[in-house]
């Protein structure tokens, strides 16, 4: 059994300029990354192309409204020939492509953990998804990849219970209220700000949600114990049947978007502490997406060893 690696090509498409924190060069160096690791990726590692979303799946988690807000940017986009914006979020005339890719890449690996083609996955994602909300964009993002697969796990594939578990720098509060009307999907968070995006729908009280919030500089070692003291306080009888990961890598010192401390090759350790726990409760049923993580050069060096970890093979 190996670790899925899933990506299109489409998803590096999606032009917000090159001064732009989500910028094209992102998911190349990824995939660069990984080329060059391949001596030690190529046994563990399950290279599967991505089947782009369609629209019925965006609709699990947006509301039809928004996916043509979105579709009719893109293509507004595309007629002017430049990047436009949909409240604040930069829209090419390649974006819908992109997110669909995106989108189908999580569903794509969620697929092939449940059928038993691989035994976890992860998802190449761009642009990032968490921050988006059923009617509205957010942190860089269009669609929430992550409340979809969990809808998708729920409603198409049968799965009785789901944890979301996200980590990154900031509180993930999109995801938590699209996933807050499902008691069988639970949400388990570290990250280091509360709360650093405004919220479209202010409510009089944010889903709650299980975290480890941590200080500006924290490090590996911190940011490890944290994630073993969230997924510790998950009970015996709340054991999910499969685990999805939010993954956001702008946990890493070198990205600007967060002030956290993590160095790529602590990522590792970070990521056995997950694997080793969905190992443990869940048979290893694990999918992990990429979310942010805009340094690129460190960002592809981090995800490298979260395959590593991934696929229990040593730290690169």
Known sequence: ????????????????????????????????????????????????PAIPAAEADLLLAHTPAYVARVRERGIESAREGRTLELDGVPVSGASW?????SVGAALTAVDAV??????????????????????APGEFSLFNTVAIAARHLRARRGVGRVLVVAWGAHRPTALAQLLADDGAVRLVSVHQHPQSFPDPHPADEDPPIVAGVL????????FAAALRDVLDSIPPSGTPDFVL?????????ADKQGALAVQPEEVYAITTVLREWADARTGGRLVSVLEGGYAAAETARAVIQHLHALARIEPA
Do not use: C, Y
């Open 1 to 48: 059994m190996k670790t899925a690696f899933v990506n299109h090509e489409d998803a590096s498409l999606h032009d917000t300029g090159w001064n732009h924190p989500d910028h094209q060069g992102r998911l190349p160096a990824i995939v660069r990354a990984v080329q060059r690791d391949m001596v030690a990726l190529w046994e563990p590692l399950l290279q599967l």
């Open 97 to 101: 492509d992109a997110a669909l890719a």
């Open 114 to 135: 449940l059928d038993g083609t691989a035994r976890n996955g992860f998802a190449l994602a761009r642009p990032p998804g968490r921050g988006a909300w059923a009617d």
């Open 215 to 222: 200080t500006p500089g924290s490090g590996g070692d911190v």
């Open 245 to 253: 990961l939010s993954a956001g890598f702008d946990i890493l010192a």
